[in-house]
């Protein structure tokens, strides 16, 4: 049997539907349910493994996942159901990195029959994310993208969004700390990458593993517009630090912001005045195809 927690934005989607009949048919049992509003995906998936169910599937997006990743991550390990991923959202940007099927019914049926992964959750504070947490600008365009624009552009709504907010965007003075890491200035984005994506596509850190221990951290510091030049050339570059954009992996980082900010994890909003980011080492089982491209030691 498997459960799957719909998100209720989705609830008349034909495809869902006719893929879940189809596996009836078939003789897979499937119980769903469907949310209303924030929690609710976190008391299902407690509700699951109550009732003895193995496998959940969350359907929705980006911040879907989150939450019922934070359910999980209320559970006792030896009670978390294995979490399967069906893609519905507007970017799906953890999905699309872990190369998930897009068809409802491709995606029901690895959720039913594919191989379970070992994989990463990072703990921010009192909160989990297994994607990414961003700050400053980036946080500001996830949060400040209206739905509507979203829904219409699709994950180009975040692109449009991030020119529109580049114009009057002012930087934030911070500290980030780790075990031989301790930078102070003035930051313009900062992501904490557990995956390789967001924001509708835009490629973070593509040599990140969600199973390897590790986080991929980025940031921008504060430049002037006459290096935006350099700025670009440094943002291509996965490989190395720049003058304006570092890259570092590590365990854990702490981030200490002068004034209180936005975050968002998993394009979740969230707000402290300080935050622990830290790797939970293969926490939760995740059921991926075979040779998904985000496993360090499973993958191709």
């Known amino acids: 049997m498997i459960r799957v927690i719909l998100n209720g934005k989705k609830a008349l989607d034909e495809t869902f539907r006719d893929a879940v009949m189809q596996l009836r048919s078939e003789g897979v049992e499937i119980g769903v349910r469907v949310t209303w509003e924030y929690g609710d995906a976190i008391r299902f998936v407690e509700e699951a493994s109550r009732e003895g169910v193995k496998r ?4 929705g997006g980006d911040g879907s996942v989150n939450e ?5 991550m209320r559970l006792p390990k030896a009670q978390r159901p294995k979490l399967a991923i069906l893609p519905m959202g507007t970017a799906n940007d953890f999905a699309t990195a872990c190369a998930l099927p897009v068809l409802p019914l491709e995606a029901l049926r690895l959720a039913v029959e594919g191989e379970s992964y070992a994989v990463d959750v990072v703990q921010a504070n009192e909160r989990y994310f297994i994607n990414v947490a961003s700050s400053g600008f980036g946080a500001q365009v996830v949060a400040d993208t209206p739905p ?6 699709g994950g180009g709504a975040y692109t449009l969004s991030a020119v529109i907010k580049a114009l009057n965007y002012t930087s934030h003075e911070g500290r980030l700390i780790a075990d031989d890491l301790d930078i102070e ?4 984005a900062g992501v904490v990458c557990n995956g390789r994506q967001a924001g509708g596509g835009q ?5 990140a593993y969600i ?3 590790l986080l991929d951290i980025v940031i921008i510091l504060e430049f002037p517009m006459t290096d935006l030049g350099e700025v670009i050339a440094e943002v291509l570059d996965y490989e190395h630090s720049g003058i304006y954009v570092k890259r570092f992996q590590k365990r854990w980082v702490e981030s200490i912001p002068k004034t209180k900010s936005a975050v968002n994890l998993d394009g979740e909003p969230y707000s402290a005045q300080r935050i622990r980011f830290e790797v939970r080492h293969k926490e939760i089982e ?3 195809p075979t040779g998904c491209p985000v496993l360090k030691d499973s993958g191709l």
């Open 148 to 153: 509507s624009l979203k829904n219409f552009l």
């Open 211 to 213: 199973d390897d221990g």
């Open 56 to 59: 959940v599937v969350i359907a």
């Open 68 to 72: 019922a990743v934070n359910g999980l």
């Open 185 to 188: 200035g003035r930051t313009i």
């Open 203 to 207: 490629m973070l850190a593509p040599k």
């Open 286 to 288: 995740l059921i991926l």
